[in-house]
């Protein structure tokens, strides 16, 4: 099997890393909407009147998260199928380094300090393994699975 050109690996690796990213948005969205659900419903069975917050606009920490995600899935994919064990265990490793690139060098503060602390950091690796396993996924469906061997 011919090994695909570098361009074609960096806009590949782009496009998995952004729908990567979308996938995560809408599992947050719809695991958000059910906890309002059951709030509401809740609510309405002790007889309280539940009047929903107003949404705020969207805050510019989406356009990072996808821009770090297809920046560095277009580099992940380019090296995935050049060089052995980069693409190992399915993807889950490049999350976990995702986290450690998002979460604790560009990031830091997201994760306060407190009594969930550890709870949000393994929360957080757990849904970067997670964003791997889905770009790994997304790779080898569109592009075949195409690792050094």
């Known amino acids: ?30 695991i958000a909407n059910e906890e309002r659900r059951v709030h509401v419903a809740q609510a309405r069975d002790a007889g309280v009147r539940y009047v ?3 949404t705020v606009g969207r805050s510019p920490a989406p356009r990072l998260d996808y821009s770090v995600a297809a920046i560095a899935t277009a580099v992940f994919t380019a090296l995935r199928s050049r ?3 980069v693409g190992a265990a399915r993807g889950i490793p490049f999350g976990a380094a995702m986290f450690v690139l998002e979460d604790e ?8 300090l407190g009594a969930n602390a550890p709870h949000a950091h393994a929360t957080g690796l757990l849904t970067h393994a997670g964003f791997g396993l889905i770009v790994d996924t997304l790779l080898r469906a569109v592009r075949g699975i195409d690792l050094v061997e």
Do not use: C, E
């Not at 050109?5 to 969205?29: F, H, Q, R």
């Not at 060098?105 to 306060?112: A, E, G, I, S, Y």
């Open 1 to 30: 099997m011919s090994r695909p050109s570098v361009a074609a690996d960096l806009i590949w690796g782009a496009i998995a890393g952004a729908a990567a990213v979308w996938t995560m948005d809408k599992i947050a969205y719809l």
């Open 52 to 54: 929903p917050l107003q």
């Open 83 to 85: 060089l052995p064990y």
């Open 105 to 112: 060098v560009l990031n830091p503060d997201k994760h306060r």
